[in-house]
């Protein structure tokens, strides 16, 4: 069973002003990126989260990348100046992209759960 953009909107009540197209637009994308016989019990929640994850990363209406901040890289006291560390979405591996905001490092933490060997062993993608 698919996650539905109810159920997206009632579990993430920071996107329940998205419209319903729009969120049935990306739960679509994020179940093509996963595999509901593999994910087993997970699989609505992987879903949502990646959907979240996109909303997030690439569903901004001017194409900005709008991710959280990274580690900080740099700190000033003196007239307050924080840098953060946060690589171009463009150039990162896919679990580099996915920790860039906190549904995708969920939907990580869950992933390495349900595929415990596959990231002991390589890097493995969705």
């Known amino acids: 069973m698919a996650a539905t953009a109810l159920q997206f909107r009632t579990k993430f009540v920071e996107f329940a ?15 093509r990126e996963i595999s509901p016989s593999d994910w087993g019990d997970d699989a609505d929640n992987a879903q949502m989260l990646f959907a979240a994850h996109l909303l997030c ?10 991710v959280e901040p990274g580690v900080v890289k740099k700190e000033k006291v003196g007239e307050i100046a924080t840098e953060y560390a946060v690589a171009s979405l463009a150039q990162s ?3 580099d992209v996915l920790k860039t905001t906190t549904y ?14 596959r990231f002991m062993t390589s890097k493995a993608g969705l």
Not at 21 to 27: G, P, Q, S, W, Y
Not at 111 to 116: D, L, T
């Open 17 to 31: 002003d998205e419209e319903v197209a729009r969120v049935d637009l990306f739960l679509v994308d994020a179940l």
């Open 57 to 66: 990363t690439v569903g901004n209406v001017d194409g900005s990348e709008a």
């Open 93 to 95: 591996s896919e679990e």
């Open 104 to 117: 995708g490092r969920e939907f990580l933490r869950i992933k390495r759960r349900v595929f415990p060997r």
